[in-house]
Every structure is written in C-alpha cells, then in structure tokens.
C-alpha cells in the first residue's frame, strides 16, 4: 500500500475554514438545544403561570423577553416543546445516511439549512402549536447533521489530525449551548418579546453555511467511493498541505474503495462488526444516560430547586464551561489518546454527581452553601463528560468503523443516543417530584424541599450509570489514536480480517464463526 510521506499533522488554514463551515450545524445541535430553556424563565415569580396575567394581581414580575409573557405555556407544554425537538433529531438521525450515501455528505448538509431556517420562523411565531412543529423541524435538522457532520470531518482529516478535526463537533456544539446562553440572558432579561430574537438566531448560522458553499468541499472518499477519482483530487488540494502527496493518498482510498467492494453497505456487514457496534452502541447509550441533558434541558429550573438565586448565569456558566473543556479536550485527543480521557471523564463526573447529591441531602441550612457547591459540582461533571464522552466518543465511533459502513452505523448509533435524550427530556422534572414526594397539597416551601430532595436522589442515580458508563469502557473500549478506520476493515467481513491480521483480534469479532481469516 502507498505511503504519505508528507507530514500530515499540520492543517491548512483552507482546511480550518472548511472544518469550521462543515461544523457550523454542529453549533445549531447545541443552540437549539439550550435556546428555550433560555426563554423559560420566570425572574421573580415562582411558576410560569403568574406571567400570563400581565402582573395585574400584584404578583412579581417576570422577565420582559420571557416567552411565558406571550405563550401561556403549560410544565407539560414546555416539557412537550423540549422533547418534540428530541423527537425530530430522533427521526432525522435514522433518516440521515441514505442522502448521505446517494448525494454526498456536502449536499445533504446544505439542503438540511432549510430545515433550520424553516423551525427558525415557526419557533419564533406566538403560537404554542407552530413552536411545536418548528422544535420538531429544527430537531430534525439537528438529528440529520448529528449523523453526517462527524462523518463529514473525519473524512477530509488526515489519520493523524482526525482526533482534532473530529472533536470540532462536539465543540461546536458547546460553543452553541454557551451562546444560546448569553443570547437568551441578553433578550430574555432586557428585551421585550426577547424569546423571539432567540429563536430565530437559529436561522443565522444556517444562512452563512449557505453562503459559505463555496469553501466547503466534499468528502474526497465519498468521491472515490462513487469513481470521482478527479473530484476527489481537487478535494484534497484544498484541504491539504501544498507539498502533500495528494496522488498516494487518493490510491490509498481507491485501494480501500476496491477491498470494501462496490455494492451499497448492509446492515448485515454493519451488524458483522459486533464488537465495533457494542463499543459505539454502549458509548452514545451511557453519554445521553449519564445526564448531560438534565443540565443542558432543565439548568436553569435545577439551579433553582438547588437555591442558586442567579439560575440563569449559572446557566451560562454551564455553557462557558462546556466550551472551554471541550476546547481543551480538542487539544489533548491527539496527545493522551482517547480511551484514557474518556476514563478520566466519567470518572470526573461519578465524583461530581455524588457530590451534589451529599450537598443537597446534608446542608439543608443554608441554601446559599448549596446553591454554590451545587453549581460549583455540575461545572466539574460538565468538565468530565467534555473532555470524555462528549467529545471522545466521536472520534472513537469515526475510527472503528469504514467509510463504506460509516454513515450506515452512525444512524444506529446517534439513534440510540437521542433515544435515551427523549427519556431524558420527558421524564427529569417528572422523576424529580416522585424522587422527592412533591404531592400537590404541599406548599410552596415544602415544594421546594421535596424538589430539592428529588434532585439529589436522581443525580446518585445519575452517577451509578456514569460507574457504569466507566466500567463499559474499561472492559470494551480499545485505544484507537493514530489507527485508520480502513485498518480495521480490507475484507467483506468488515473489520474481522484486518483486526486479527494486526493481532486485534479482541477488537472486532463477527456474528458468524464460519469465516476464515
């Protein structure tokens, strides 16, 4: 096989403006999933239904850009709200790799802009039945891109800058979470009718990815796969180096096009790589499982249950934090490697888990102590799960299966994951009050002890799945840095033959033992 000879690790400014672009519908993941938990916030009023009167009984005030001063919108509507968006990335991640693999990896996420800017007018409309079809629509625009912009990344990064490339997903998704934030603490707390200017900022990165078209190419082994060999050269000259062999390169992907053979992947060969599927199956199922969502969906409202007066800059602080680990993971992926952060990560979380929970249980007499070790305990688990799952694991998934199945068990895998986000989305605030015995003759103090009671008995929950999540990838999880996925897989029987070729045998095994390696 050809060999690059060419340094490989530096990456082209061509090449970060292409990756950013590509990742842009990964920072509209993260936005759209924290910009109405930015607009559902009551300031001074204890629920949501004292801002439908226009504070004519006397009660406090809430905030101007609230979207509870135009929507008269239920704890059962905005939970329906939160999880119809779960509900669309559902859908849109099963339906995401047949496009993908029909019409190329860059068409299909620029059409999926139009999904985005469709949810944007109808999220942005005062009507709580056209919010629901536009969290639907821009869910499903975000299911869709969770299944092919990883795929994207990781096919026009070289072997040894893939950790970086890919890792830019999951940044951007935390950059989106901390700019939904500040957006929605700027419009929801000063602006009047703020909520709409949140809702449809989902339009604007969409806009610019359409605009930016031109920077954008398409993934050169998608080309190769479908006898572009040209396209796929003019791919690589924009993305690499001006001294890179590009000619050894494309040979490497049309020698690995001809092993994986020209017919369209089977979810028998997908489901041939059993422990490939196991791996990827078991990372997105522990990271939507271990909570990230119960922060990311219901900061604010747990901020409060937890005595923290300034719910929404903890809320902020959340996404600042996020952004910033995960910054810090895109640095260290290609120099610790991934199973050892993904380690380090749950292990971070587990302790801050058990610690906010000890927190809420015992210092029941000063709620400003609880408040601030509360805030201070999800800020170290938002650390470890990104610097682990959050970033790690789609690096992982990128390196254990081949381009030619990618795409196929990408689709299974994010399904699973936003699976368990619907769980999660639907049943927090419910799981809360039956943890805490919150009944509805209690008053508003006994309310709040219960809840507060509730939240520390589902984060220990929480933290025996992270335990969990830890021993999963202690057992099953191999290091994949500087290994290429077609490493993995130069026969019809997936990953099998290549793995046990290079002694990897525990990697990879297949459903059928009737194959001769």
Known sequence: MSKITTDSTSIPIKMWIASLLVSLPSFLFGYVTAALNSCLITGDADSASKCFNDNDDGSPSCPPGTIYNDVKLTTVEAAVATSLMVVGAWIGCLMGSAPSEKYGRRTTILLNNLTFIGGAIMCSIANKYLIYIGRFLAGFGVGLESVVVPVLLSEIATAETRG??????????????????????????????????VQAGIAVPALIMIFGMGFIPESPKWLVQHNRVDDAKTSLHILRQPEHDINAEVQIMVNEGRSGGDLEATWTEVFSCRTAMIIGCGLMFGSAMSGVNTVIFYSSTIFGFAGFDEAILATAAVGAVNFIATGFATYLVDIMGRKQLLEYGTNLMTGSLLLLSIILLTANGSEKVQGFVAVFAVLVYVVGFAIGLGAVSWVVMSEIMSTRLRTKAFGLFVSINWGANLIIGLL??????????????????????????????????????????????????????????????????????????????DLVKPLTSDVDP
């Open 164 to 197: 970086t490339i890919t890792t830019l997903h999951q940044l951007m998704i935390t950059f989106g979470i901390f700019v939904a934030g500040l957006v929605g603490y700027g419009f929801v707390e000063y602006v009047n009718h703020g909520w709409v200017y």
């Open 428 to 505: 927090t605030l419910s799981a809360i009050d039956l943890l805490g015995g919150t009944t509805s003759n209690m008053d508003d103090d006994e309310t709040a002890d219960s809840r507060k009671k509730g939240v520390a008995y589902l984060y220990i929950i929480l933290a025996g799945v992270c335990f969990g999540t830890t021993l999963f990838i202690a057992a099953y999880v191999p290091e994949t840095k500087g290994k290429h996925p077609e490493d993995f897989m130069e026969d019809t029987v997936g990953m099998y033959g290549a793995a046990l070729r290079k002694g990897e045998g």
